[in-house]
């Protein structure tokens, strides 16, 4: 093979494995975000009070927390590309599974495709260093308003859909299988790839563990408390306001709304990120966003799209921001993958409490002002970290 067709096909394949890149980052939330509008269905269907309908919005962050720490292990051992390919295939199914009428069949599949989700979130920042070390905030930002998007779309569209003839909430959760597949079609080639297995020297650990290092702890807080706010708005906020009379299909609407929003700042962001020398000022603004839009909800719940656009700039620049802290704070994608588990771990196991903190105090005291007190706490101490861990140093 001449040496213009070696160039050409790495070419292809170079674009391959970024739109790849891309689709799994839009399955990592569209599976979770479709659950909230039609949660009151579900707890009617399937006789879930308060309490198990709040474990069933936080299963998937524990589960996300969990893998975490196995996630860079296992990706080592096995190659990124391969363990990422079953990722994908695990929220195929699990998706499926969810969606069917057997007994249990909700709390398995969430489970399955939450523990594909959680090894795509892990992997995906260290695949990214590794094979885009020049353009990896451009790469995250695109896969992040991929996240972003497909998020919104699956919760605007979810009673949409199951208001459909001859459908239910089961289709609204059910259809993004198709999602899934296609993202699968389109890494199979990775999974063939010369990156199947990693070399001797890949498997070193890094020098400095994120555990022991201030950075890390930063890092990880700044990720665990935006992502308790985002969680619990997305699970809880179509419940919220249909106490002030909102319908579920117009707070679907205002969450598309509220998504839309994280995209256009996730692409913002990333622009921002590669501009500024450290990330402080973004950290300090996304947290300001955030705190905004709670504070709004909390005391003005009658203008709650104002209040969702405001909480949707947050949420934007706080995902994409993260994300690229993951590898803005360290040497390798060893590390990174290290940073990205270490953080998720922390980070979703906090934001875990988040949603189901917020169905015990509401059934505990019949109103959402101690739940919304909650998200406005937790909102000013993003401004905190995020500001800390903006800061332009590395783990050494």
């Known amino acids: ?17 970024y739109v790849g890149i891309i689709l799994i980052g839009a399955n990592l939330r569209a599976p979770i975000t479709s659950l909230g509008p039609v949660l009151p269905e579900i707890q009617q269907d399937l006789r879930l009070d308060g309490v198990a309908a709040g474990l069933l919005n936080a299963l998937p962050l524990i589960i996300f927390a969990l893998l975490s720490l196995v996630a860079p292990i296992v990706g080592r051992k096995h190659g990124l590309e391969r363990v990422l390919g079953a990722a994908i295939a695990a929220i195929l199914v699990g998706t499926i599974v969810r969606s069917l009428s057997f007994p249990a069949a909700i709390w398995v599949g969430t489970i399955l495709l939450s523990a594909g989700i959680a090894f795509g979130n ?11 070390p020049s353009g990896g905030a451009g790469l995250i930002g695109l896969y992040a308003a991929a996240m972003a998007g497909m998020a919104g779309l699956s919760a605007g569209l979810a009673v949409p859909i199951a208001a459909l003839p001859n459908l239910s909430w089961r289709w609204s959760l059910g259809c993004w299988a198709l999602l899934s597949l296609v993202t699968a079609i389109v890494w199979l080639p990775q999974m063939r790839g010369r990156h199947n297995h990693l070399a001797a020297a ?19 807080l700044f990720f665990a408390l ?17 106490a ?11 969450l598309l709304v509220y998504q839309v929003v994280a995209v256009a700042t996730n692409l913002g962001g990333a622009a921002l990120i590669r501009r500024f020398r450290d990330q402080r000022g973004l950290g300090l603004v996304c947290g300001v966003f955030l705190l905004i839009g709670t504070v709004g909800l909390l005391l003005r719940p009658d203008l709650s799209l104002l209040w969702l656009v405001s909480a949707g ?5 706080a995902m994409v921001t993260s994300l690229t802290l993951f590898t803005l704070r360290t040497h390798d994608h060893h590390q990174a993958g290290a940073l990205s588990g270490m953080a998720q771990f922390v980070g979703y196991l906090g934001a875990a409490a988040g949603p189901l903190l917020v169905g015990v105090l509401h059934d505990a005291t019949g109103d959402w002002r101690v739940p919304l007190s909650l998200l406005v706490a937790a909102s000013a101490l993003v401004m905190v970290f995020a500001t800390l861990a903006g800061r332009p140093r590395v783990i050494r």
């Open 122 to 132: 892990v992997l995906l920042p260290g695949l990214v260093k590794r094979d885009f």
């Open 1 to 17: 093979m001449s040496s213009s067709n070696i160039s050409v096909s790495s070419r292809q394949g170079g674009l391959v494995l």
């Open 244 to 254: 002030s009379g909102v319908s579920p299909a117009t707070a679907g609407l205002q």
């Open 202 to 220: 890949d498997t070193a650990q890094p020098a400095v563990l994120p555990w022991r290092h201030p950075i890390g702890w930063q890092v990880s």
């Open 313 to 317: 700039m947050g949420a934007g620049i």
């Open 226 to 242: 935006h992502s308790l706010v985002f969680y619990a708005i997305v699970d809880w906020f179509a419940s919220y306001v249909a």
